[in-house]
C-alpha cells in the first residue's frame, strides 16, 4: 500500500523567504511522486513529478523536490516566496503503472505575508 | 493547449436527485480518473477508465456510476444524493500508452441542499 504524509497543514513565510513543504511517502514499490498546487475553487495543476530518474527534480514557478529514498522524502522548496505562491500544496504518490491513480497527502496551506 | 473540460462547473441539487457531471479529456488522451475532494479534504479517487473500460476503482459509492464513450468523453452518474455528496468533483485525463502524468480539468462543485 503507498501513501504520503504532508506534515503541518499550514505553513507561513515571508515574502522572499524559504518556502519548505514536507512529504513523506511510504510504497512497497518504487513510487512516482508529484507536487500539486491548488489555488481556491480551481483544479490541481501539477509543479513537478518524480519518475525515477534525477533525484533532483526541478518545476514550474521555481520550485524544486528532492527524492531521498533513505528519508523516504520528497520535499519540496523555494528559496524565495511570492506572493502569488499562497496556495494549497498537495505531495501526492502513484505507482509506476499509471500516473493518474494518485493518493494524495492531506495538502499543506501555504501562506505568504508581504 | 486544449485542457480537460469538465460541466457543468457548479451543480445544486436536492438529496434524493440525480446528477450527471461531464468530462471532456484532452484530445487523444485515453484514460479518464474521477476524484472527489470534500470541503477542506484532500482529493480521493473514485474510478478510472482506460479505452472505454473501467481499470481501478476506488471509494465510489455504490449510488455513483461512470462510464467512458466511444470519444472518450466520460460521464460521473450520482443518483439518491446525500449532503455529504457535497464536494469538488475533478477528472484527470493521461494518455496511458506513454504513461504520462495527470491533467485536471478545473472541477465541479456540487452542492447537495
Known amino acids: 500500500a503507498q501513501s504520503v504524509t504532508q506534515l503541518g497543514s499550514h505553513v507561513s513565510v515571508s515574502e522572499g523567504a524559504l518556502v519548505l513543504l514536507r512529504c513523506n511517502y511510504s510504497?512497497?514499490?518504487?513510487?512516482?511522486l508529484f507536487w500539486y498546487v491548488q489555488y481556491p475553487n480551481q483544479g490541481l495543476q501539477l509543479l513537478l513529478k518524480?519518475?525515477?530518474?534525477?533525484?533532483l527534480v526541478k518545476g514550474i514557478n521555481g520550485f524544486e523536490a528532492e527524492f531521498k529514498k533513505s528519508e523516504t522524502s520528497f520535499h519540496l522548496t523555494k528559496p524565495s516566496a511570492h506572493m502569488s505562491d499562497a496556495a494549497e500544496y498537495f505531495c501526492?504518490?502513484?505507482?509506476?503503472?499509471?500516473?493518474?491513480?494518485?493518493?494524495f497527502g492531506k495538502g499543506t496551506k501555504l501562506s505568504v505575508k508581504p | 493547449a486544449a485542457g480537460v473540460i469538465q460541466s457543468p462547473r457548479h451543480l445544486i441539487k436536492e438529496k434524493r436527485e440525480t446528477a450527471t457531471l461531464k468530462c471532456y479529456p484532452i484530445?487523444?488522451?485515453?484514460?479518464v480518473y474521477w476524484y472527489q475532494q470534500g470541503p477542506g479534504q484532500d482529493p480521493q479517487f473514485l474510478i478510472s477508465?482506460?479505452?472505454?473500460?473501467?481499470?481501478d476503482k476506488g471509494s465510489i459509492p455504490d449510488r455513483f456510476s461512470a462510464q467512458q464513450f466511444s470519444d472518450y468523453h466520460s460521464e460521473l452518474n450520482m443518483s439518491s444524493l446525500e449532503l455529504g455528496d457535497s464536494a469538488l468533483y475533478f477528472c484527470?485525463?493521461?494518455?496511458?500508452?506513454?504513461?504520462?502524468?495527470?491533467?485536471f480539468g478545473q472541477g465541479t462543485r456540487l452542492t447537495v441542499v
Open positions: 484527470a485525463s493521461s494518455l496511458r500508452t506513454v504513461n504520462t502524468e495527470a491533467f
Open positions: 501526492a504518490v502513484s505507482d509506476q503503472g499509471s500516473q493518474g491513480n494518485l493518493i
Open positions: 477508465f482506460y479505452e472505454k473500460m473501467q481499470s
Open positions: 484530445p487523444r488522451h485515453d484514460t
Open positions: 510504497s512497497s514499490v518504487p513510487p512516482y
Open positions: 518524480y519518475t525515477s530518474a534525477a533525484t
